[in-house]
């Protein structure tokens, strides 16, 4: 690559990334220093990065990098990816004359040698400061990276939260909720002007055989494509190792224990679902979990029609539980004529969710007999509407708006 290449791609990237339309992300505490934005696909992270050039560069007169045309190299262009980082750094040498440079580098680690060129790049002058995106998976490895974690902040990506989506949606609040629970909170696919079904199933083609398959190196892609149709089959449903097992086997695919073990690993690791132990598990031969999905829209590829409100509803619901305690461990409980959705030790709390009025009786009757055998001093029953018949003094209702609160 010449310098002159450079100049004139480095004017289009920063044209392109100008122009991207904000999402109003959190961005709290990164105005100065060098950044590293973490993020998995189709989660924002070039639309945070553009937020955040608009915000050191033009947003306030007393940031230091005010007025600075930025340095913007997306490495999603093939261009990068044939250049070593020292050739890239050479190049770079004569754009990095400036009294204040501000470097961003979008998607920075689909160059094979991406380390040392922030690393080089963060010494190269005294006056630069850099702004990185990649990948989650990417950014672990700053963490037994010394020279990297001494010169970069991590700001991981969280997915659109309902609030962020209705500031820059500007849509009612039912109406946000309404589009959160059936399309999930990936922001590529919640300001798609496309068709949502047809993005989805692109970004699913994506994460499934661009990124897992390869990355993991996984042998039987129909084995690992019918454990997620099994776990939205029977989501939120108590399942082993051994059951996920016999049900692969009937559909005449032949895995191990072993491979279902293995698989559901992968799943995890790459947030398609999530999990949740049982809080009896340690008296039983099998271990046992509830499954939940990470993402409703990715979910929804997976269930009929027929099931499709419900199970969005209550995995939603989940969802929004798992937010609000995630800094705790969640258990379920599966004990005789005492069956809870969650239960929080630390914090002395039992849930179960009620997504149909009709399930709200067995619901009270569960919550009453697993207090006897454990006692529970907030026992909660999570419901879309309010529950219009009284309850025993000690259940509580929370519905809507009140649990979505979390999301």
């Not at 790459?270 to 409703?296: A, H, L, M």
Request: proline share 4%.
């Amino acid at each position: 690559m010449t310098t002159e290449e450079l100049r004139l791609q480095v004017k289009h990237d920063r044209q392109i990334l100008l122009d991207t339309p904000f999402q109003l992300r959190n961005l709290a505490g990164m105005a100065s220093g060098n950044w590293i934005i973490a993020a998995d696909r189709q989660r924002g992270k070039s639309c945070a990065l553009a937020q955040l050039i608009y915000q050191r560069t033009q947003q306030r007169e007393d940031r230091r990098m005010y007025g600075v045309e930025p340095i913007v190299l997306s490495f999603r262009n093939e261009i990068y990816r044939r250049t070593t980082a020292h050739e890239l750094l050479v190049v770079l040498s004569s754009q990095i004359t400036e009294e204040k440079i501000l470097l961003c580098l979008d998607d920075v680690d689909l160059l094979d040698d991406w380390p040392q060129l922030l690393i080089k790049a963060a010494v190269a002058t005294p006056n630069i400061e850099i702004l990185a995106t990649m990948s989650t998976l990417s950014a672990r490895q700053i963490t037994g990276n010394t020279e990297l974690r001494n010169k970069f902040n991590i700001k991981n990506l969280a997915d659109f939260t309902l609030h962020e989506y209705l500031r820059v949606s500007k849509l009612s609040y039912n109406e946000a909720l309404n589009r959160f629970i059936r399309w999930g909170c990936f922001p590529g696919i919640l300001l798609s002007p496309e068709r949502h079904t047809e993005s989805l199933e692109r970004l699913f083609r994506t994460l499934f055989y661009e990124e897992l398959l390869p990355r993991y190196n996984v042998r039987n892609e129909t084995a690992l494509r019918m454990i997620l149709h099994l776990l939205a089959e029977h989501l939120g449903e108590e399942i082993s190792y051994n059951g996920l097992c016999r049900m692969l086997q009937e559909t005449r695919l032949k895995v191990g224990v072993s491979t279902v073990v293995e698989y559901i690993s992968i799943l995890e690791k790459t947030r398609f679902i999530r999990s949740i132990g049982c809080f009896s598990e340690q008296t039983t031969r099998t271990p046992k979990r509830r499954y939940w999905f990470v993402d409703n829209g990715l979910l929804s590829l997976f269930i009929p029609a027929t099931q499709l409100h419900k199970k969005l509803l209550r995995n939603i619901m989940a969802h929004a539980v798992l937010q609000k305690y995630q800094k705790h461990t969640i258990y379920y409980a599966s004990q005789r004529n005492a069956s809870v959705d969650f239960y929080i030790p630390e914090r002395d709390i039992a849930i179960i969710l009620c997504p149909n009025d009709e399930l709200i009786p067995e619901a009270v009757q569960n919550l009453q007999r697993f207090d006897r055998k454990h006692p529970t001093t907030y026992k909660y029953i999570n419901t879309v509407g309010k529950i219009s018949d009284s309850l025993p003094r000690d259940i509580f209702n929370i519905f809507l708006p009140e649990w979505s609160s979390a999301l």
